[in-house]
């Protein structure tokens, strides 16, 4: 376990009561968090939040640029944003360092360049915003329907390499998509 790993769960443990407290992940049927500033927003010229998202279908990608798991997701997002952007699909990127040479800007901005990443992302160096989904995992996707409902959470990488998810993630936007 990493240190910065090992901080966040001793953090969560004080703030949900130990290891017998309330922490509950946002699941499928809860409210989509909002997004707390952690740090720089980059491609949003006007930093959106949920509610300002209402109307969209939103997939929240909480990530980290070095993490390969996330970095080997972005063909499929990307793929999902250039297929169903024209219909209402936003993506958001949460980016929550892991490592010390995750935190500095410009490498965030740099990683966007290289990556081809053009949707919102906002750094979260202080990790508030995934403190707020509770989540443990990068890569993560919430998917949050147009009145800023989760519908569906998947941990874990969505590639060729790990191309389980897919088809339930990509039917489950349609779905939402085709709801007006």
């Given at each position: 376990?990493?240190?910065?790993?090992?901080?966040?769960?001793?953090?969560?443990?004080?703030?949900?009561?130990?290891?017998?407290?309330?922490?509950?992940?946002?699941?499928?049927?809860?409210?989509?968090?909002?997004?707390?500033?952690?740090?720089?927003?980059?491609?949003?010229?006007?930093?959106?939040?949920?509610?300002?998202?209402?109307?969209?279908?939103?997939?929240?990608?909480?990530?980290?640029?070095?993490?390969?798991?996330?970095?080997?997701?972005?063909?499929?997002?990307?793929?999902?944003?250039?297929?169903?952007?024209?219909?209402?699909?936003?993506?958001?990127?949460?980016?929550?360092?892991?490592?010390?040479?995750?935190?500095?800007?410009?490498?965030?901005?740099?990683?966007?360049?290289?990556?081809?990443?053009?949707?919102?992302?906002?750094?979260?160096?202080?990790?508030?915003?995934?403190?707020?989904?509770?989540?443990?995992?990068?890569?993560?996707?919430?998917?949050?329907?147009?009145?800023?409902?989760?519908r569906m959470v998947h941990a874990g990488e969505i590639s060729s390499r790990y191309p389980q998810a897919i088809p339930g993630l990509e039917a489950?936007?349609?779905?939402?998509?085709?709801?007006?």
């Amino acid at each position: 376990m990493t240190i910065s790993r090992l901080r966040r769960t001793l953090s969560a443990l004080l703030l949900f009561g130990g290891l017998g407290g309330s922490a509950v992940a946002v699941s499928a049927g809860q409210p989509a968090p909002d997004f707390i500033r952690g740090g720089q927003w980059f491609n949003a010229p006007t930093p959106p939040t949920i509610a300002s998202l209402r109307g969209k279908v939103v997939i929240v990608n909480l990530w980290v640029y070095s993490c390969i798991n996330c970095h080997n997701s972005l063909p499929t997002l990307k793929r999902w944003y250039d297929t169903y952007r024209a219909d209402g699909l936003e993506i958001v990127g949460i980016h929550t360092p892991e490592l010390s040479s995750d935190r500095p800007a410009a490498n965030v901005a740099a990683a966007l360049k290289v990556d081809g990443i053009s949707w919102p992302v906002m750094q979260d160096n202080d990790n508030a915003t995934w403190n707020a989904y509770n989540n443990e995992y990068w890569p993560t996707f919430y998917l949050i329907d147009r009145r800023g409902v989760v519908r569906m959470v998947h941990a874990g990488e969505i590639s060729s390499r790990y191309p389980q998810a897919i088809p339930g993630l990509e039917a489950e936007l349609k779905k939402l998509l085709a709801e007006k």
